[in-house]
């Protein structure tokens, strides 16, 4: 019964992946839903669980309940993980603009600016530089 859905929390951006019918009951397609989560409700159940996604298209905000067990859920993707400390962000209906951003927070190196990568070629180059400008800070202190 139950799917194999990531973690979510408030405060993430995820894509949902979600499976529309076309008009006349002719073949589907998936559509894409890209937003910020701003509440997730477990329920009684493990297949009671939904989150409210939203965005902002064309000016207006569109928030849309997802079933986290629904058929018509194909995926769920976490794009980005937002630093919250709540766990309803209904405040964010009323902002725009510069208000309502999230500070980003990367956890893990799966999110690409994590940790950078230390640069150990420069650090050889300024220890062996070091005592170049050692060298030349003394000659110039006995001109």
Same mark, same amino acid.
């Given at each position: 019964?139950?799917?194999?859905?990531?973690?979510?929390?408030?405060?993430?951006?995820?894509? !949902?992946?979600? %499976? *529309?019918?076309?008009?006349?009951?002719?073949?589907?397609? *998936?559509?894409?839903?890209?937003?910020?989560?701003?509440? !997730?409700? +477990?329920?009684?159940?493990?297949?009671?669980?939904?989150?409210? !996604?939203?965005?902002i =298209?064309?000016?207006?905000?569109? &928030?849309? +309940?997802?079933?986290?067990?629904?058929?018509?859920?194909? @995926?769920?993707?976490? @794009? @980005?993980? =937002?630093?919250?400390? %709540? =766990?309803?962000? +209904?405040?964010?209906?009323?902002?725009?603009?510069?208000? $309502?951003?999230?500070?980003?927070?990367?956890?893990?190196?799966?999110?690409?600016?994590?940790?950078a990568?230390?640069?150990? $070629? +420069?650090?050889?180059?300024?220890?062996?530089? =070091?005592?170049?400008? $050692?060298?030349?800070? &003394?000659?110039? @202190?006995?001109?």
């Amino acid at each position: 019964m139950t799917k194999n859905v990531p973690d979510i929390r408030s405060g993430y951006t995820v894509r !949902v992946h979600e %499976r *529309i019918q076309d008009e006349e009951g002719g073949k589907g397609r *998936i559509q894409i839903f890209e937003g910020l989560v701003i509440g !997730v409700h +477990n329920g009684h159940t493990s297949t009671d669980r939904t989150i409210t !996604v939203r965005r902002i =298209a064309s000016g207006v905000g569109v &928030e849309k +309940n997802f079933p986290l067990v629904s058929p018509l859920v194909e @995926k769920i993707e976490v @794009k @980005k993980i =937002a630093k919250v400390r %709540r =766990a309803k962000l +209904n405040f964010l209906r009323g902002r725009t603009g510069k208000s $309502a951003r999230l500070s980003e927070r990367f956890t893990t190196k799966e999110f690409g600016i994590a940790v950078a990568p230390p640069e150990t $070629a +420069n650090v050889e180059e300024t220890a062996e530089a =070091a005592p170049d400008q $050692a060298k030349a800070k &003394e000659e110039k @202190k006995t001109e």
